[in-house]
């Protein structure tokens, strides 16, 4: 088991800023943030690999900002002009395994990340 601890939720009105953290073994490995919205799946909003190659999703794109500190095993996510539809439980994951390519793809999946932390939630008010 990979612990995995986020921290940094809370509410804010729309146009504000938050950021989340996550506290993470395993430096060397492929991070990403996912978001579940009420009553939706959940969601890939950025991935990081080691060298601090991010991806994001079109709707958090300019928005927000992932980034990782290896000597602190920390992942963090920056989030920026934040709008009521990012409203969602935030989660912080690890890929499955080193290598996998779990950063490589446009999005982050859900399948390439098996330990996942137990989410803050972030909620905007219009």
């Known amino acids: 088991q990979v612990p995995l601890v986020e921290s940094g939720g809370g509410s804010v009105q729309a146009g504000g800023s938050l950021r989340l953290s996550c506290a993470a073994s395993?430096?060397?490995?492929?991070m990403a943030w996912f978001r579940q919205a009420p009553e939706k799946e959940r969601e890939g909003v950025a991935a990081i690999d080691n060298d601090g190659r991010a991806r994001y999703t079109d709707s958090v794109k300019g928005r927000f900002t992932i980034s990782r500190d290896n000597a602190k095993n920390t992942l963090s996510l920056q989030m920026t002009s934040l709008k009521p539809e990012d409203t969602a439980i935030y989660y912080c994951a690890r890929e499955r395994e080193y290598g996998s390519g779990a950063c490589y793809t446009d999005v982050p999946r859900i399948q390439d990340f098996h330990f996942w932390g137990q989410g803050t939630r972030v909620t905007v008010s219009s």
């Open positions: 395993g430096y060397t490995y492929c």
